[in-house]
């Protein structure tokens, strides 16, 4: 399955940006999508996941009330919205899927698939 991110840029504080997730594969909709981010020098962490019915999410507690993931099966494609952003949203994010993820968990090794990256830059 390949992803593709996009949506990234350089953004000042309190300003907003929608990356998104694409991908061609139909199977999009069977499959538990996540964001993660590498900010610069640091491991990747987790940001948020969504089941792939898009009911149940999941928020890392840094950016709940910030960021909002959603997708849209019909077009093979996931969303994450990121308002009132921060220096230290600065990161490399990626968006990876997987099959069941047992609580829409935070652990990268859950997700089988991942996109190759976007980077987000917010200056202060």
């Known amino acids: 399955v390949q992803m593709v991110e996009s949506g990234g840029g350089v953004v000042q504080a309190g300003d907003s940006l929608r990356l998104a997730c694409a991908t061609s594969?139909?199977?999009?909709?069977?499959?538990?999508m996540a964001w993660f981010r590498q900010p610069p020098g640091k491991e990747r962490e987790f940001v948020a996941a969504?089941?792939?019915?898009?009911?149940?999410?999941n928020y890392a507690d840094s950016v709940k009330g910030r960021f909002a993931i959603s997708r849209d099966n019909a077009k093979n494609t996931g969303y994450l919205q990121m308002n009132s952003l921060k220096p230290e949203d600065t990161a490399a994010y990626y968006c990876?899927?997987?099959?069941?993820?047992?609580?829409?968990?935070?652990?990268?090794?859950?997700?089988?698939?991942w996109g190759q990256g976007t980077q987000v830059t917010v200056s202060s």
């Open positions: 969504i089941d792939w019915s898009g009911v149940t999410t």
């Open positions: 990876a899927v997987g099959s069941r993820v047992v609580g829409l968990g935070n652990r990268p090794t859950q997700y089988a698939y």
């Open positions: 594969e139909r199977t999009f909709s069977s499959y538990d």
